[in-house]
């Protein structure tokens, strides 16, 4: 029975499907990631036509057993693991190992499904079949809803391999698996906190879950498979592990003992081998044997094995299984190399290339990857050739498993002592014998991430923490061939060098710690991202005052900062308290504000680890006191103007409200004129490693708009007050002046202050408030959504497009270089002193005094294809903004970096366009549809070049292909019409 959608359905391409919230809880089974095809280097030709064809009968059976196969195995994948953390010991990792090997038996399907789809891609038929086999996965009745993710991977890998196609319809396949993958993409981000429960229950303590959507698909799942019943078929027996002969060693030991401590960290592995072992017998390629257990005599397994339980304490050694992969190995190594972090990488030998049967090597394109691992500074090492389970291999299998390998490895320019890492740590000790005597040792793990199960960053890097909190030091294991272990990995960086861990490297056949960072070492580029736990905002606009002047923009610019924390900070949308007009009372904000700290009920909320924003638009003013100290007032919507003391918010008690609050950053800002705050403290210490020590620091910070004696302009640019519309564009990317992907309130400061300044007459002011160590609030910058420019985007109005280049004009003018050494007073950034390059602006403090603020300006170093969409983000908002020519030098610097990003390519096609080039445009435009032939707007784009060059044949065959590729585009009725009857009276006219 078909669940039913609690929440209004969002399109699936243009056919209606209920997306509910068990779509994407049905996440447990984690996006499959296999190996990669790389598009063709070689340059495409005009896509054929589509030609209307019948769906071979063959290959639409094929595709639909296949995909069933990966729909059960996802199925079985979500009944298994469902609950597995409340079963016992010896259950919970009978479980776990059972499925790892479910999981690799769907990336199995995966590549299964895969191939046969890019096989049938060869021919119309085979096209057809596809189809409909997109078809069933859009719409399929029996299907649950949740089902449809287990095809995320395969919609991604049939957009990749059909983007460069010859034809047509392998073009607009590739289009639609992109639509498809955008709506996942849309329902995931709505859920992500409800994402965040199901499978954060690592991360959490003493809460009962309460998912009741998860639970009724669960349920439904469960009339289909049980979890015994899975087992069974796997032939796996519950393991005792108390009655293990490696253990019996252990079994009188202390339970405080190294030995008993070693038993127990060890259970994971032996209940790996266990379960493996016993599942080994109903899967076709683990049928072989068992070879003859035997009993040893002389070292121990701690011994001949290495597990990382004798590392030093807060000591943590990384590694990696399963690669090498095409894609996320690549962005594993950048991530390692920005945190200077070693790594172990285990891989396979069919992943590496192959050896024939007189040992004859044929290296594939894995190994130009494991190549570069090792011109990284990483060790690669041997995780067998098949990833079999080899504790069900006769001794000689097991031999040539790790000896294929070994020569992979070697001709990849392996060196150092070779290390083997048994698949699902399945070994007996004769094999464990084989592989000592082709002069391997054996390392294992302590620490599972299970990023193989678990498609949460955050719950990987909590899970990761968590168990080091409680053995202290360990080896973790990793796999690099899964997107979500590529987040997760900042993540548990982060927090390691927070708590400060020390890593390891395999150096000179041993586990070498490194040595602890000193305030002189070089500072590693710390990523940032998802450096809080959670975030709240409370926004407040006025416009429709009882007793002050209305406003006109307030209440627009609070729901534009409302959205744009939710679209572009990952805000959730019942963490934003938004109170407007009539809402805006005294008591109604007071509440507010306390109830950020604590619910309904007086539990408290705020967690040490979260982060807070408070946004205000309306009226300020200022009372003097017969001390002559000013007071500064913020005005609720019911203030009267002669009695501020009682009906309006003194800022002393907003400063103690905020100083209450247990988060661990606040960030307040007011766009409204007033004074009487003073700066509490100076300067923290510089440092070279901001991430860590920001962690670890209370921020109170506030930016107000302008003076007690200024009056704000309400009337600015987009129907935002001039303060509002330069924060949103400083939060759109502007303020990240050293580019490391994050912005910190003085970074904010540093733009919005001298930009509003230069365009209106107001000077905003910004500080500390009491309460704060030292502390800078951050905001992440997450990617832009992909745009491809056309005749139909949109720009700012020239006024505006003016005072953005002023803006920026001015913002670049007041940033001033600064030398290390000569930081001054009042300097609020912590990055300030850490570096040579820093830049400081001076801006009205919060007593009304200038002050200079400073910010590392100090590009951080990120990969080529980060630089790259950087550079085409920054491209897209000058072409907002009207400036054609820094537009054209961005997009041109993104194809440096990238020379086959298609996307930069037709945008810097368009500027040429709109730049009345239309040859130059052309060329581009057709360089754009080589990279990747499925971007309908870049056949639509070339077709309006053409005909400005007068080259009406070649736009009409342009136009055509567009036409295919997207049908119910608003200008096809117009171009049909041409196509039909090409005279003068039916010519197009692209808008300008």
């Known amino acids: 029975m078909q669940l039913t959608a609690r929440r209004p359905a969002l399109p699936w391409r243009s056919r209606p499907l209920a997306l509910t919230l068990q779509t994407v809880l049905g996440l447990t089974a984690a996006a499959l990631l296999s190996a990669c095809q790389k598009p063709s280097d070689s340059p495409a030709s005009s896509p054929t036509p589509a030609v209307a064809a019948s769906a071979s009968p063959t290959a639409s059976a094929s595709l639909v057993s296949q995909s069933d196969q990966l729909l059960a195995r996802y199925r079985q994948m979500i009944v298994l693991m469902d609950g597995e953390s409340a079963l016992k010991a010896s259950e919970r990792e009978a479980v776990r190992s059972v499925g790892l090997l479910l999981f690799h038996d769907m990336q199995d399907s995966l590549q299964t499904l895969v191939a046969t789809a890019t096989a049938q891609g060869q021919d119309p038929a085979g096209l057809a079949a596809l189809s409909q086999l997109l078809d069933r996965i859009e719409t399929e009745p029996s299907w649950f809803d949740a089902d449809r993710l287990a095809f995320k991977e395969f919609l991604t890998q049939l957009e990749q391999t059909f983007s460069t196609s010859q034809s047509i319809s392998g073009l607009k396949l590739a289009k639609r698996a992109h639509e498809d993958l955008a709506v996942l993409a849309e329902v995931e981000q709505a859920y992500a906190q409800e994402l965040r429960d199901t499978f954060g229950r690592f991360a959490q303590r003493g809460i009962t879950l309460k998912r009741e959507k998860w639970t009724d698909y669960v349920a439904k799942l469960k009339t289909i498979y049980t979890r015994e019943g899975i087992l069974k078929d796997y032939a796996t027996i519950l393991p005792d592990l108390s009655a293990r002969p490696s253990d019996v060693g252990n079994a009188a030991a202390s339970p405080t003992s190294p030995a008993a401590t070693a038993s127990t960290a060890d259970a994971h592995a032996d209940a790996t081998a266990a379960a493996a072992s016993g599942a080994a017998g109903t899967a076709a390629d683990r049928s072989t044997a068992a070879a003859p257990a035997a009993t040893t005599r002389g070292p121990s397994k701690e011994e001949r094995e290495l597990f990382g339980r004798a590392l030093p304490p807060k000591t943590v050694l990384l590694t990696f299984d399963d690669g090498p992969h095409p894609r996320y190995t690549d962005e594993i190594l950048e991530i390692l190399k920005r945190y200077q972090a070693p790594a172990v990488f285990f891989e396979l030998g069919r992943n590496l290339g192959s050896v024939d049967a007189k040992g004859q090597i044929k290296p594939g394109p894995g190994v130009q990857v494991a190549k570069r691992v090792l011109a990284a500074g990483h060790p690669i090492a041997n995780h067998s050739f098949t990833h079999g389970v080899m504790s069900k291999f006769q001794l000689d299998q097991v031999k040539q498993e790790a000896s294929q390998t070994e020569a992979l490895l070697d001709a990849a320019g392996r060196a150092g002592q070779p290390l083997f890492r048994f698949p699902y740590g399945a070994r007996t000790d004769n094999a464990l014998g084989v592989i000592e005597g082709l002069k391997l040792r054996s390392m294992m793990w302590n620490v599972d991430s299970l990023d193989w199960s678990d498609p949460i960053p955050k719950s990987i890097a909590a899970r990761v923490m968590n168990e080091l909190s409680k053995q202290q030091r360990g080896i973790v294991l990793f796999h690099d061939i899964h997107a979500r272990t590529v987040e997760a990995l900042p993540l548990v960086l982060d927090q390691l060098k927070a708590e400060g861990y020390r890593l390891a490297a395999w150096k000179d056949g041993r586990i070498e710690p490194l040595a602890a960072a000193t305030a002189e070492s070089p500072a590693p580029d710390l990523a940032g991202a998802n450096l809080y736990r959670d975030s709240y905002a409370l926004v407040i606009g006025i416009d429709q005052y009882q007793r002050w002047p209305r406003l006109q923009h307030a209440v627009r610019d609070a729901q534009a900062i409302r959205d744009t924390l939710q679209s572009q900070f990952g805000f959730r949308a019942e963490n934003i308290t938004t109170l407007t007009d009539g809402d805006a009372t005294r008591a109604n904000i007071l509440r507010a504000l306390n109830g950020l700290a604590r619910d309904k009920a007086g539990q408290p909320r705020l967690k040490r680890d979260d982060r807070v924003f408070v ?115 400083a939060l759109s990317g502007k303020a990240d002046l050293n580019g490391d992907g994050l912005i910190t309130a003085t970074e904010l400061a540093a733009y919005v202050a001298p930009a509003v300044s230069a365009i209106a007459h107001q000077t905003p002011a910004f500080g500390s408030l009491p309460g704060s160590e030292g502390g800078e609030f951050i905001f992440e910058l997450a990617s832009a959504p992909e745009q491809a420019l056309s005749t139909t985007s949109a720009q700012l109005d020239v006024q505006a497009s003016a005072l953005a280049k002023r803006a920026d004009d001015a913002r670049n003018a007041q940033l001033q270089p600064m030398a290390a050494a000569s930081a001054v007073p009042g300097v609020t950034a912590p990055a300030a002193a850490g570096s040579a390059a820093a830049v400081q602006v001076t801006v009205k403090g919060l007593d009304g005094k200038d002050t200079a603020i400073a910010t590392s300006a100090t590009a951080a170093p990120v990969s080529a294809r980060v630089a790259a969409q950087r550079a085409n983000d920054r491209g897209l908002q000058l072409y907002k903004e009207r400036r054609y020519d820094e537009a054209e030098a961005a997009f041109t610097e993104a194809l440096k970096l990238q020379p086959k990003f298609a996307l930069a390519a037709n945008n810097l096609g368009f500027i040429y366009f709109k730049r009345n080039k239309p040859a130059e445009a052309a060329r581009w435009y057709r360089r754009a549809i080589e990279m990747d032939g499925s971007r309908a707007l870049a056949h639509l784009n070339l077709g309006d070049a053409l005909l400005l060059a007068g080259e009406d044949k070649e736009a009409q065959a342009a136009y055509a292909s567009f036409i295919e590729l997207s049908p119910s585009h608003p200008r096809v009725a117009e171009l049909k019409a041409w196509l039909a009857q090409p005279d003068a009276a039916h010519r197009p006219q692209p808008p300008r």
């Open 615 to 729: 946004f205000f638009a309306g009226h300020g003013s200022t009372r003097r006191l017969p001390s002559g100290r000013d007071v500064g007032y913020i005005i609720p919507v019911d203030s009267s103007t002669d009695d501020l003391q009682t009906d309006a918010i003194a800022m002393p008690q907003l400063q103690e409200l905020g100083e209450a609050l247990p988060a661990k950053h606040a960030f307040f800002v007011i766009d409204a004129c007033y004074s009487g705050l003073g700066l509490t403290r100076g300067a923290a210490p510089g440092s070279n490693n901001f991430i860590r020590d920001n962690a670890r620091r209370l921020g109170r910070q506030m930016m107000t708009a302008g003076g007690a004696d200024q009056q704000v302009a309400d009337d600015g640019p987009g129907g935002h007050s001039v303060f509002t519309w330069t924060l949103l564009q």
